[in-house]
């Protein structure tokens, strides 16, 4: 039954994204893709997961008015499946990317879990 929802889940997030390639608004794209990769990590497609993580990161990256919240967010959720396939050194510095982003903005539940991450 999970595996039926895992897939409900992405179809939904697919259709989010292409609805939202057809705009203008970057950051609404990238936040659907971002969602569009946790839809997939939870389905156990890493590789798709990966190229959805990569570029939200991307546009986030490259837009000034990224609000710094989200970019934290999608920073941790590539973190989380960089730990999930062994890419420890690449999971740290993540991690800790996170961990700073979370500290300056006061987000006690990012910090706490960006900080256990790193201890690891």
Not at 37 to 56: K, P
Not at 92 to 118: C, F, M, P, T
Request: hydrophobic share 45%; net charge positive; glycine share 4%.
């Amino acid at each position: 039954m999970a595996s039926i929802v895992n897939w409900a889940y992405v179809l939904k997030s697919k259709l989010a994204v292409a609805s939202a390639r057809q705009g203008n608004d970057l950051l609404k794209l990238a936040h659907r893709v971002r969602h569009l990769g946790d839809a997939y990590y939870y389905a156990g497609r890493w590789t798709s997961a990966e190229g959805c993580y990569v570029e939200a990161l991307l546009i986030y990256r490259r837009d000034e008015r990224t609000p710094q919240l989200d970019l934290a967010n999608a920073i941790r959720s590539f973190a989380v499946l960089k730990d999930q396939v062994g890419a420890t050194e690449e999971s740290k510095r993540l991690w800790q990317e996170a961990h700073d982003l979370y500290v300056a903005l006061n987000i006690s539940a990012g910090v706490a879990e960006s900080a256990a991450r790193l201890v690891r």
